[in-house]
């Protein structure tokens, strides 16, 4: 794929595995991180794309709607929620565990800001993570790469138990930090794969969006390095060798939403980065670096997605003490 490099990962060593593994609770209105590895076990730079933050019950927002390319596993320890995974609104409760799909836009909202609430997350690319095979057997590891899940297995299924012990395996190898703790934890993965694959967990073609990784990160890559400039429909078709109307199909099915609706949301949440950071002089000029050359344009479609004016936010940020200026 153009533009698109993976990282290879030799399976003898595996101290730069790609992995994110997070567990935090929220207890007496305080969110704490109980066990934060980025260190060792880091991401893809480009795993985490743009968040899609939006109004929907904001202030009782664990985890903003957003999405990434990676896949993520969640594991409710404590409390209920509700998880929003493309539009789709599932209660969840304590032993849960949540599977995101790659490019799947999704969030956590607790029910009550009063509530206590705990989660295990895992994050990883499975497309650097699986290594590749140089044997005539490609079918393995690739289809680990490739293979998307349903989003939901409740506790109360007979196998969850197998999940959970998987998740919580992990989540103690990476604490306890042994020698070889990467690739057991590499392993716990696999046996939560084969758990998945065992139970017929994977999605029914007929009920699932399409799984297009090459597509998608084609898509967000071009989109990213030109957000401050206008960017047509014909233009990243093109770009993505389709028709228009191709294009337009494809993208629906894969986003959820038009291409035009996916560029605002990705500008208002550029736009709020440059505002979190203090780096900029005027709300106009914010609003013409990511692509919006009417500023009542922009602080419209701001308010759209985030439930507040550009001017507004600004405000609440200071409030909040989270803007220099």
Known sequence: ??????????????????????????????????????????????????????????????????FHE???????????ANIVINDRTFK?????????????????????????????????????LFPAEKSGNLDFFDMLKNICF?????????????????????VALAERRERGWQVAVFGHLVMFYSVMIREDMRRV???????????????SEFTERNLGRSITTEEIAEHCLYSVEHFCRLFRQCFN???????????VQKAKDIMDSGDYISIR???????????????????????????GYIKNQKNMGKCDI
């Open 257 to 267: 939403r038009s291409f035009k609706d996916y560029l605002n949301i990705c500008r």
């Open 1 to 66: 794929m153009s533009g698109y490099k993976h990282r290879s990962i030799n399976i003898d060593d595996f101290s730069d595995m790609p992995m994110c593994i997070l567990k935090d609770s929220y207890e007496n209105n305080i969110r704490a991180s109980l066990i934060s590895v980025n260190n060792v076990i880091r991401p893809n730079k480009k795993l985490l794309l743009g968040s899609l933050d939006r109004a929907m019950n904001a202030g009782k927002a664990f985890s903003p709607y957003h």
């Open 92 to 128: 969840v409760t304590e032993g849960d565990i949540i599977i995101v799909n790659p490019f799947e836009a999704h969030g956590i909202y607790l029910s009550d800001i009063g509530a206590e609430f705990e989660r295990t997350c895992l994050v990883f690319q499975p497309i650097d």
């Open 205 to 219: 073609a007929d009920n699932t969006v399409p799984y297009r990784l090459e597509f998608m990160t084609k898509v």
């Open 285 to 311: 000029e914010v609003g013409m670096s990511v692509g919006f050359n009417n500023a009542n344009h922009f602080s419209n479609t701001f308010k759209k997605h985030m439930g507040v004016s550009p001017s």
């Open 150 to 170: 349903e989003n939901i297995v409740s506790h109360s299924l007979s196998f969850s138990h197998e999940l959970r012990a998987c998740v919580d395996s992990m």
């Open 70 to 80: 990676g896949v993520e596993i969640l594991r409710i320890s404590k409390g209920e």
